[in-house]
């Protein structure tokens, strides 16, 4: 890593005032990237919006062709920089550092994109030479551009595809084939000191309904008569961070109505929090929805949990959460900063590489 150019690593995200799980996971790994001080590498963060004419326009195509199957990417060449924005100080731990313009160096700069984006790699990055990534967190949202062939140039012409669940990992291998080692896996780490466990928690079932409120509705018209009256649910909707904690670390089970998740990050801050967790894994939990912590319920599949959500109320140990430390531990390491910063490491590397 010695006598190394000066290199930038530049995310590219959308200007949303209310980050994703996803675009947090990204300023994480910019902030740890500028922490490491490695060589003379820094990351910046390009946040981009749609250009008010072609928002318009885009409005207008979709209410004329409401009932068309077209879906309407955005392009490149429809974006721009926001070069006031800066992220909530509850999302990042350091300040961010901001790239205000479009600008790219063939030389020094690698760009990262989200895979919401990944066609933007025809619309300024190919044809300048400029090196990139795709960052696939979420592997159901690849297909955002309906222009297959734009997509599979894209990343093919990657240099690398960039994911942090497995069950993305092996999807991409099944999409790309003759990218299989190309595939960079990272890690999404959990600050678990967050949890404050108390000794004693209280008869609450907390969940967050998110792209599935209709189950949920479904299913507390099953639990209405059956539920014991000492026991109560309450939605985690609308909370800040510490408002989120404060819940599940008071909470005995959560209830997963996770949906299509490259990842699924709530299930799994529940688990640490101390709760026994039931419901979906929406796919990318597989890798970590093991017992005694975590039940499955298939999608769709409300009768079952219930009976599911029912029988642990009734014969949940007392402080189950206790007994069941040693498995939120092994949790707890296997998703700490200190894998993911090795991880990280790794692909710093990787990028200084190419130069």
């Known amino acids: 890593m010695k006598n190394i150019k000066k290199i930038n690593i530049i995310y590219i995200l959308p200007a949303h005032k209310n980050a994703s799980g996803g675009s947090k996971v990204i300023y ?35 209410r004329i062709f409401n009932k068309s199957s077209k879906k309407y990417g955005w392009h490149g060449n429809e974006m721009k920089p926001v070069k006031s924005f800066t992220p909530s100080a509850s999302w990042t731990k350091n300040k961010i550092l901001i790239k205000k313009d ?5 030389k020094t700069d690698f760009v990262i994109l989200p895979e919401i984006w990944a066609h933007f790699a025809n619309d300024f990055l190919i044809k300048k030479k400029i090196k990139y990534s795709i960052f696939v967190q979420g592997f159901y949202h690849m297909n955002s551009f309906y222009d297959h062939e734009k997509l ?24 790309f084939p003759n990218k299989k080692n190309k595939i960079f896996k990272v890690n999404i780490s959990f600050d678990h000191k967050k949890f404050k466990v108390p000794n004693r928690k209280k008869n609450l079932i907390t969940f967050m309904p998110r792209k599935l409120s209709d189950h949920f509705h479904i299913l507390s018209l099953f639990l209405f008569k059956k539920l014991p009256k000492k026991w109560k649910m309450e939605s985690l909707s609308n909370l800040d961070e510490k408002q989120l904690f404060s819940k599940l670390v008071k909470s005995k089970i959560f209830l997963s109505f996770s949906y299509t998740e490259g990842f699924g990050m709530p299930p799994l801050e529940a688990a640490i929090a101390g709760n026994k967790v039931i419901g979906y894994t929406g796919g990318g ?7 005694p ?23 949940l140990p007392e402080n189950w959460h206790r ?30 590489s190419y130069y």
């Open 28 to 62: 994480q790994h910019s902030e740890l990237i500028n922490k490491f001080k490695i060589g003379n590498i820094s990351s910046h963060i390009l946040h981009l919006k749609k250009k008010k004419m072609d928002k318009i326009f885009l409005s207008l195509k979709k």
């Open 102 to 106: 479009m600008n790219f160096n063939p």
């Open 152 to 175: 599979f140039e894209s990343y093919n012409k990657a240099e690398f595809i960039i994911t942090t669940s497995e069950e993305t990992y092996k999807c991409l291998e099944f999409i």
């Open 285 to 291: 939990g597989k890798e970590y929805w093991n017992k």
């Open 293 to 315: 912590i975590f039940e499955e319920i298939q999608s769709g599949d409300i009768k079952n949990f219930s009976e599911r959500i029912l029988n642990s109320v009734k014969n």
């Open 323 to 352: 007994k069941t430390i040693t498995h939120r531990k092994k949790l707890a390491k296997k998703y700490s900063e200190i894998n993911e910063m090795k991880l990280i490491k790794k692909l710093v590397k990787k990028i200084s």
